[in-house]
């Protein structure tokens, strides 16, 4: 009886540890991605280069970084490197990177 406990724990265990996982992703709707991207297309920002900091989702920007607002999004923007990253701005986590 004992062999067939081990396995089922185990299995708990990750799927109890993936649904951590997801829990932390950011859900961008479709919706709010077309208002960025027109919002981004009519408000050019000047590209920044940015050494040491990869633009992963996840990764954390610099206090240095200007973050630029869009209307009714609660996230913002900042051109990088040219790519356009959006961001947590309370906790500067690269919550998508759009090309």
């Keep these: 009886m004992k062999i ?10 990750l799927l109890a540890g993936v ?3 997801t829990a932390d992703q950011v859900i961008i ?3 709010q991605q077309t208002v960025v991207r027109e919002y981004v297309e009519r408000h ?5 280069s940015l050494l ?3 633009l992963n989702v996840g990764s954390t920007l ?6 630029h607002e869009v209307p009714d999004v609660e996230y913002r923007y900042v051109v990088v490197d040219d790519r356009t990253v959006l961001v947590d701005p309370g906790t ?8």
């Design 92 to 99: 500067r986590r690269i919550v998508q990177v759009i090309d």
């Design 19 to 21: 649904g951590v996982a």
């Design 44 to 48: 050019p920002l000047a590209s920044i």
């Design 62 to 67: 610099p206090d240095t970084v200007e973050l």
């Design 52 to 54: 040491g900091v990869e």
């Design 4 to 13: 067939h406990r081990v396995p089922a724990a185990a299995g708990l265990a």
């Design 29 to 31: 709707t479709p919706e």
